[in-house]
């Protein structure tokens, strides 16, 4: 099974809001705000859902800014989240509406969101791995990247 997931470059005032998560080994990380795809839902309906959700926010996409695929191999994860173990992930660009935020709840390890500067998102532990250090090519992009796919053998769940 692979998976679609809409991710948002909320990108406002300088900054871009990061999902922060640990993982079941204390480990912290970031993430784009989004998720999975549903079924007969636009990868723009699903960026749009997914933010709401996870950040009580209220975006619209800009344009479509990255993809990249990630694939695990380990066996132990592939079995207890598989649908998480192989996914392709569409990066668009979204602005911030002027609309009030929302409650909202937090996603699967998430335990809060931050807005960070390009060069701070580039510093930190960011997923989609692909992603790190290529923050500000990515907003900078007049075209969309394909940031590549990876083969991950760790488990991060």
Not at 8 to 33: F, K, M, Q, V
Request: hydrophobic fraction near 40%.
């Amino acid at each position: 099974m692979i998976r679609n997931s809409a991710k948002a470059l909320i990108y406002h005032n300088g900054r871009l809001l990061l999902n922060s998560h640990l993982t079941s080994a204390g480990e912290l990380y970031y993430d784009l705000p989004g998720g999975g795809q549903e079924p007969y839902e636009t990868m723009e309906e699903a960026v749009i859902r997914e933010v709401l959700e996870e950040t009580g926010l209220t975006v619209e996409p800009v344009r479509f800014a990255a993809l990249c695929e990630e694939i695990f191999t380990d066996e132990q994860m592939r079995e207890r989240w598989p649908e998480y173990c192989h996914r392709c992930m569409h990066i668009f660009l979204a602005q911030l509406l002027p609309v009030p935020a929302q409650e909202h709840v937090l996603d699967f390890q998430q335990i809060g969101s931050g807005w960070f500067t390009p060069e701070e998102a580039e510093a930190l532990p960011l997923v989609p791995l692909q992603l790190r250090g290529r923050v500000r090519e990515v907003l900078e992009s007049p075209a969309p990247l394909y940031l590549g796919s990876l083969r991950r053998d760790e488990v991060c769940m």
